[in-house]
């Protein structure tokens, strides 16, 4: 009895398990397919941001690396290499950005605030598409 | 705007298997807020700018409620395999 009991729950584990487990990587699916496009999508217009305040700063030389490591974390979407990047750098280059067009009337202050906006959620979808599944 | 978004987001969780009802939650009012933010910023200069963060804001809080979502389905699954696998260890 007990046998055939331990046979019943071993093939329910067996067939169950690989389904579970297949279904315990949305998280990472959901990374991959929906969050790292976004990411992509904002970091190409945040980046222009960070290297028109470059330019504007005199900061080119040093602001261009940092892009170039950060264009080759998205566009692979390797943890590391996210992780890796000098974002505070380029965060302070996007602030820095709408400041100073804010101050010269190049954008109006509901534009600055929606720019700010995407900066912050860009920040938060960083640290979530980067930090460790339960 | 807020059915491209829709459309959007659909088709990258398609990807995922995850019920777009509950993923999408809080997405449709977000883009609202979002819209209504556009049309009192009109007369503004910088307003294409404004467009295009904005479709990114929108974007980017889709796909934070998407990763929510899944890793908290993740999180059910395994809840779940741990259970059987203690069950058929007690057995």
């Known amino acids: 009895m007990r046998n055939s009991l ?21 998280g990472t699916s ?9 990411i992509s999508q904002s970091w190409a217009h ?9 330019d504007a700063a005199g900061a080119h030389d040093t602001a261009r690396p ?29 602030e820095g950005d709408v400041v100073r067009r804010l101050a010269s009337q190049a954008i109006g202050p509901i534009t600055a605030e929606s720019l700010r906006g995407r900066l912050a959620e860009f920040i938060e979808e960083r640290a979530l598409y980067t930090r460790r599944k339960p | 705007m807020k059915e491209a978004v829709k459309q959007q987001l659909e088709a990258a969780l ?25 049309a009192s910023a ?14 990114d804001r929108v974007f980017l ?7 929510r979502s899944a890793d908290a389905a993740d999180a059910q699954a395994i809840g779940l395999i741990r259970g059987l696998l203690l069950g058929a260890a007690g057995a």
């Open chain 1, 6 to 26: 331990e046979a019943a729950l071993l093939s329910a584990c067996m067939v169950l398990a690989p389904s579970l487990a297949f279904i315990a990587c949305a």
């Open chain 1, 30 to 38: 959901a990374r991959m397919n929906v969050m790292l496009p976004a």
């Open chain 1, 46 to 54: 945040i980046r222009v941001q960070c290297m028109r305040e470059a």
């Open chain 1, 66 to 94: 940092i892009v170039a490591a950060a264009d080759a974390a998205v566009a692979t979407g390797d943890v590391v290499a996210i992780v890796a990047v000098d974002w505070p750098v380029l965060d302070a280059l996007a």
């Open chain 2, 14 to 38: 398609s990807a995922t298997g995850l019920d777009l009802k509950i993923a999408a939650a809080g997405v449709v009012e977000f883009a609202a807020i979002s819209a209504a933010r556009l």
């Open chain 2, 42 to 55: 009109t007369h503004e200069v910088s307003f294409p700018e404004m467009v295009q963060a904005e479709a």
């Open chain 2, 61 to 67: 809080f889709a796909a934070k409620r998407a990763v």
